[in-house]
């Protein structure tokens, strides 16, 4: 995109101008884009200094975190905006309430991805690179996720939605083993066939509206036009299709377990939350325009996610790796997560948006449990049980603030109090679907709301039981720093919005 007049501190359009810019309103995505250059360069002039380059990361994502509050306390009708042509055109840049929780829920998930993957803490850390690679691509892959939620030009769009995915099958290849290995090839491979779908619909979409960006005019005035609406629908099941292999929807989720089970816990932690917040956000930059394209989307839509969360829900049901569990998870709470958008109505997109977060804090907290546990260092006499479900037997009493946190989580995914924000999700869902009267495809919904209940509360009853029933296992005596500050993070951000679910939902109103 090139400006002839660039206009700074300034989120108004200028009449003068072809494009304005404010940096503000890009700091989101700046910040940990720089970052991300400034750790590489970091690590070439002092590779020692490990520790650094984690810290300007983290900094650089509490710094994004902060910058993202002014788009999250506008209203929908007055979104921050940044380069901005002259009207009609309008802006190509837009960051209101809904695209900055977006944009906050990849920035503080990849907080804790980073906490979690701090150097020294892993006595498995053998990742290869070095830290500053992990903390490069993890900043990357965050400032495309930032970057997708509030872009509305093609260009921009695909750009930042590659970003936020290639630096992840990097991730998953960093710990250097067979299973790393197969787990990024399979990313890869269904990374390339997602992008050909995305942009071949991305191309179908400029053919049908005439316009390289996703505009709500342009869209209702294609599908007005008989032969111009067939393009454009196509365009649409394209584009959905493509983003369903990033959202981890059936059938496009075959690489979900292959890929978390072959990473570490942290970089399967940054698949579930921060990818999954870039996927959805890309999707809603494209359905929001397309209100009213009637039967095909809708349809498309309500069969993937009902597929999806039935498949994911069954499968979860008989895993005994708790990694594969949440990877199981995944798919299903991803059909939960689009279920809102088969209505296709103007209250569509923030059920989507709130149940997402809901789903990733959740996922968080489980997964920085499920880390603390799995890199335990075994001690003489103990069974190493590695990602076994077993190895969570009695934990609620044996260590009551990783019991206590991971149960909680998984009572919120399986909705049920005390995890109010998880059943307040749900029903804020399944509104849009009832309200347009799709019963089936709501029927559906129930049905997997109670095998989800089942698929969480049987890791739940083992965190119930006696510590002395199981096989002996190292005590978990003390939690590394940075792992416990991802916990405090996670946990209280659970914890508020359970107790307050008008913390999280209400901002997406």
């Known amino acids: 995109m090139i400006a002839t007049t660039v206009a700074s501190a300034s989120v108004a359009p200028a009449a003068t101008s072809l494009v304005t810019f404010d940096w503000s ?39 994004g975190i902060a910058l993202t509050v002014p788009g999250v306390l506008r209203t929908a009708d007055d979104p921050l905006r940044t380069l901005c042509l002259p009207a009609p055109d309008g802006c190509l840049f837009e960051a209101g309430p809904l695209a900055s929780a977006l944009q906050l829920g990849a920035l503080g998930s990849a ?3 980073l906490l979690l993957s701090w150097p020294g803490t892993d006595p498995r850390d ?80 400029l053919v049908s509206t005439g316009e390289a960006v996703f505009s709500a005019a342009a869209a209702t005035e294609a599908l007005a036009d008989p032969q111009r609406r067939v393009v454009l629908l196509l365009a649409a099941l394209l584009l959905l299709a493509g983003l369903g292999f990033k959202l981890s929807l059936v059938p496009f989720h075959v690489w979900t377990p292959q890929a978390y089970a072959g990473a570490t816990e942290p970089v399967a932690a940054f698949l579930a ?45 008989v ?29 569509s997109a923030a059920a989507s948006g709130g149940y997402l977060l809901a789903y990733v804090i959740a996922t968080l907290v489980a997964f920085v449990v499920v880390h603390v546990v799995t890199s335990t260092p075994r001690l003489r006499g103990a069974t190493d049980l590695g990602r076994t479900l077993t190895a969570y037997t009695g934990l609620l009493r044996a260590h009551p603030l990783l019991g206590g946190a991971l149960g909680l989580a998984l009572l919120s995914l399986a909705g049920l109090p005390p995890g109010v924000v ?13 309200g347009a009267g799709q019963w089936a495809l709501a029927l559906v919904a129930v049905l997997n709301a109670v095998i989800g209940v089942a698929v969480y509360l049987r890791w739940f009853a083992v965190l119930l039981r006696d510590p002395d029933e199981g096989p002996a296992r190292p005590v978990i005596r003390s939690i590394p720093r940075p792992a416990l500050a991802a916990l405090v993070l996670s946990g209280a951000a659970l914890v508020a919005t359970s107790v307050m679910p008008q913390l999280l939902l209400g901002l997406l109103d």
Request: aromatic letters at 2%; a positive charge; hydrophobic letters at 65%.
């Open 25 to 63: 309103v890009l700091a989101p995505v700046l910040v940990p884009a720089l970052a991300a250059v400034a750790v590489l360069v970091l690590d070439v002039l002092a590779p020692r200094l490990v520790r650094l380059h984690a810290t300007v990361g983290v900094l650089a994502l509490v710094a």
């Open 111 to 113: 907080l804790v991805v």
């Open 126 to 205: 053998h990742l290869r690179g070095g830290p500053a690679v992990l903390v490069s691509l993890v900043l990357a892959a965050t400032a495309g996720a930032a970057g997708v939620a509030a872009a509305h030009d093609l260009g921009s769009w695909l750009v930042c939605l590659e970003l936020a995915t290639l630096p992840a099958i990097a991730l998953v290849a960093l710990r250097g083993d067979a299973p790393a290995g197969r787990g990024a090839l399979a990313l890869l491979t269904t990374s390339l066939v997602s992008f050909a779908m995305v942009a071949l619909g991305a191309a179908l979409w």
């Open 273 to 317: 939350a921060t990818s999954k917040v870039a996927a959805l956000a890309a999707l809603l930059v494209v359905v929001r325009p397309l209100v009213g394209a009637g039967a095909p989307v809708l349809f498309g839509i309500g069969m993937l996610a009902a597929v999806s969360m039935t498949l994911g829900n069954v499968l979860a049901l």
């Open 319 to 347: 895993q005994d790796d708790p990694v594969r569990l949440l990877a199981w998870s995944t798919v299903a709470q991803a059909g939960w997560v689009v279920l809102p958008l088969s209505a296709l109505n103007e209250q």
């Open 422 to 434: 998880g059943l307040i999700a749900k029903v804020v869902a399944l509104r849009p679907v009832v």
